[in-house]
């Protein structure tokens, strides 16, 4: 059985960004190797998340579309799952270790945790 990750949102949006050619690079060989070396489990939150930063990023429409096409490509091979009650309530449990922390990376956290996720992913 693979490890399950639970990627953040600019882990995807990194494939759209002109700035960092190396990291472009780290981010298409993680996704080369999901169903591979590991599982991946995103949340629908992390769809709306890159729907959004999608939609900021490309004014012209050809180049939204071909952008939206490239990430459905890449999601396709994805889980999803939603917010539970279990999630919200575990959530509001990291508000007493950390009270800086952002409502939702908590609830990111916490959905990671309950899905059996053995690794986060996030962007450095």
């Known amino acids: 059985m693979l490890p399950l990750h639970y990627p953040d949102s600019c882990i995807f ?29 995103v949340s629908n939150l992390t769809y709306g998340e ?13 180049e939204r579309e071909m952008a939206f096409h490239k990430i ?6 994805i889980d999803i ?4 009650f279990e999630d919200y309530e575990l ?13 939702s990376d908590a609830l990111h956290l916490a959905m990671a945790i309950n899905n059996k996720s053995q690794v986060l992913e996030k962007e450095n």
């Not at 890159?50 to 050809?62: C, G, H, N, P, V």
């Not at 459905?72 to 091979?77: A, E, I, T, Y």
């Not at 799952?81 to 539970?84: F, N």
Request: aromatic letters at 12%; a positive charge.
């Open 13 to 41: 949006i990194e494939l759209f960004s002109n700035e960092k050619e190396n990291k472009k690079q780290l981010v298409r060989t993680y996704l080369y190797n999901v169903g591979r070396k590991y599982d991946v489990i």
């Open 50 to 62: 890159i729907y959004r930063a999608l939609m900021k990023m490309f004014d012209k429409d050809q």
């Open 81 to 84: 799952c939603s917010s539970q």
């Open 91 to 103: 959530s509001l449990k990291f508000k007493d270790v950390d009270y800086k922390l952002e409502p």
């Open 72 to 77: 459905n490509d890449v999601l396709r091979q």
